[in-house]
């Protein structure tokens, strides 16, 4: 394994010469973040810096209470750092207010939830149209994107079913299509195989084996080796710090 750089609290700079060629989509810069309860306050991130490339596939990982979930929040732009600066493609993020959080979050990301999150009163295929809708796509131009994702992961025939009459690995399938129905910059999965069984988590990973080949840049929260093992780059945090940030595969 090549080390990319192990980043302290104090935020080291990876080196570029490792990424030589590719692009930074999104930059975190000495972030902090703190939970104020009254008179107490908890900072669960300690100045984290990291830089996130085109075509990465990153897993992210650590024990409880570490700050994956805080960190993905931060990447996701559904909470702020309290310190530092979050760049997500050319913008910066840190001093934005909700409606334009909301705005570059529905435009620039694509997210994948372990309890898929999807409408159980809408269709397969107007789950996967929900984001074209809030981007102002016309209705048949999210109908056709929204056919052809649904064909890409395996479910053209199965356009008209709801969530409930689908299998738990059916439904992620759906999720990932929403996920890539704006064409998102970054694609963010949380535990996205923990609730599937063996084999439909499987097909779920070759999925995204599949999206890592066509050039996408997905960053998975996971808890399982064996999952880290299939991307290119593993991120270890521990008591809100970087513990390690390795490149596993050229």
């Given at each position: 394994?090549?080390?990319?750089?192990?980043?302290s609290?104090?935020?080291?700079?990876?080196?570029?010469?490792?990424?030589?060629?590719?692009?930074?989509?999104?930059?975190?810069?000495?972030?902090?973040?703190?939970?104020?309860?009254?008179?107490?306050?908890?900072?669960?991130?300690?100045?984290?810096?990291?830089?996130?490339?085109?075509?990465?596939?990153?897993?992210?990982?650590?024990?409880?209470?570490?700050?994956?979930?805080?960190?993905?929040?931060?990447?996701?732009?559904?909470?702020?750092?309290?310190?530092g600066?979050?760049?997500?493609?050319?913008?910066?993020?840190?001093?934005?207010?909700?409606?334009?959080?909301?705005?570059?979050?529905?435009a620039?990301?694509?997210?994948?939830?372990?309890?898929?999150n999807?409408?159980?009163?809408?269709d397969?295929?107007?789950?996967?149209?929900?984001?074209?809708?809030?981007?102002?796509?016309?209705?048949?131009?999210?109908?056709?994107?929204?056919?052809?994702?649904?064909?890409?992961?395996?479910?053209?025939?199965?356009?008209?079913?709801?969530?409930?009459?689908?299998?738990?690995?059916?439904?992620?399938?759906?999720?990932?299509?929403?996920?890539?129905?704006?064409?998102?910059?970054?694609?963010?999965?949380?535990?996205?195989?923990?609730?599937?069984?063996?084999?439909?988590?499987?097909?779920?990973?070759?999925?995204?084996?599949?999206?890592?080949?066509?050039?996408?840049?997905?960053?998975?929260?996971?808890?399982?080796?064996?999952?880290?093992?299939?991307?290119?780059?593993?991120?270890?945090?521990?008591?809100?710090?970087?513990?390690?940030?390795?490149?596993?595969?050229?």
């Open positions: 394994m090549n080390t990319l750089d192990t980043h609290a104090q935020g080291a700079t990876p080196d570029p010469g490792l990424v030589a060629g590719q692009a930074i989509v999104a930059s975190l810069k000495d972030i902090r973040k703190t939970y104020y309860m009254g008179a107490l306050s908890v900072e669960v991130l300690h100045g984290i810096s990291l830089d996130f490339y085109a075509g990465d596939y990153i897993s992210v990982m650590g024990p409880s209470g570490c700050g994956k979930s805080t960190l993905m929040n931060i990447l996701g732009c559904l909470d702020q750092a309290t310190e600066k979050y760049f997500l493609g050319n913008e910066d993020t840190s001093q934005m207010e909700d409606d334009e959080l909301s705005s570059i979050r529905g620039r990301l694509g997210f994948i939830f372990q309890s898929y999807l409408i159980q009163q809408l397969v295929l107007e789950n996967i149209e929900m984001p074209l809708f809030y981007q102002g796509f016309s209705e048949s131009e999210s109908h056709e994107i929204a056919m052809e994702l649904a064909e890409r992961v395996g479910l053209q025939d199965r356009v008209d079913h709801k969530p409930f009459e689908l299998s738990g690995g059916q439904q992620q399938r759906v999720a990932i299509a929403r996920a890539l129905a704006v064409d998102p910059l970054i694609i963010l999965a949380d535990e996205p195989t923990g609730n599937l069984d063996s084999k439909s988590g499987a097909e779920i990973l070759k999925l995204f084996d599949e999206l890592h080949g066509q050039g996408k840049t997905l960053i998975m929260v996971t808890h399982s080796d064996e999952l880290a093992e299939r991307t290119m780059r593993e991120i270890r945090l521990i008591d809100g710090t970087v513990e390690s940030d390795e490149r596993l595969h050229a």
